[in-house]
């Protein structure tokens, strides 16, 4: 069988490549990373990450949601796209399954991961890319950085204020008074700490928040509704 270092002969090739980039196991061994992934994931070197488990950088729920992701796609050996928030950012992780080996007998997977908006014309991710994955996962356990101490309801607020929508359009979309909606923006931000409405729209765009909110089952409408109701385009 051949050993993790001969599987990634080229890792190199991941070092300065603008991915985070991780070999790991079924029990979540990471049997290698790259530097990105290091520090965005386990706030460590990686030569200090190399040979340990996951569960010694991400507390649950997230270890056990990723651990399954990990497990699944060993075991299906498929191809699998996954749409993240960690560290505050939208993330896509391509889990690409690796032939048994040494260092792990039962297999293993090579995950790619970037940030989303960096996305668009990587044949990786994009277009071709996705076609190849057979798999797609939307997590939903995340790490959401300075948008943490948000309640879901926060959340779903800001994701559609972030649209570029207005107080009253946010409170039509999701049948609450104007004053209600004024509420949980100032609690938003006595939250996060941030006041600025442009600099809480950029933290929810980085995250990504409306897409993922709505690919999860959030209470977050259809923005495109609005199109439907003429005296709200006014408002």
Not at 118 to 132: C, I, K, S, T, W
Not at 148 to 153: G, I, Q
Not at 174 to 182: A, G, L, M, P, S
């Amino acid at each position: 069988m051949k050993t993790i270092s001969d599987v990634l002969a080229n890792h190199e090739l991941f070092a300065d490549a603008g991915v985070a980039a991780f070999c790991a196991d079924a029990q979540g061994r990471l049997l290698w990373v790259n530097d990105m992934f290091s520090r965005l994931y386990c706030k460590a070197p990686a030569d200090a990450v190399r040979g340990r488990s996951l569960s010694e950088f991400i507390q649950e729920p997230a270890l056990q949601e990723r651990l399954e992701i990990l497990r699944s796609s060993i075991l299906a050996r498929e191809r699998t796209l996954v749409y993240d928030i960690w560290g505050g950012t939208a993330l896509q992780t391509v889990l690409t399954p690796l032939a048994p080996h040494d260092d792990a007998p039962d297999g293993c997977v090579l995950g790619i991961t970037r940030r989303e908006p960096a996305l668009v014309d990587d044949p990786v991710f994009a277009g071709e890319g996705q076609r190849r994955a057979s798999r797609v996962i939307r997590t939903r356990t995340w790490d959401l950085g300075v948008l943490a101490p948000l309640s879901r309801r926060e959340l779903e607020i800001l994701a559609l204020l972030s649209e570029g929508l207005s107080n009253a359009q946010v409170a039509e979309l999701v049948h609450r008074t104007v004053k209600t909606v004024e509420f949980h923006r100032a609690s938003i931000s006595a939250k996060t700490g941030i006041a600025s409405r442009v600099r809480l729209a950029r933290a929810a765009q980085q995250a990504g928040l409306y897409d993922r909110l709505r690919g999860v089952g959030y209470r977050v409408p259809d923005i495109a509704d609005l199109d439907k109701d003429p005296d709200l385009q006014a408002v």
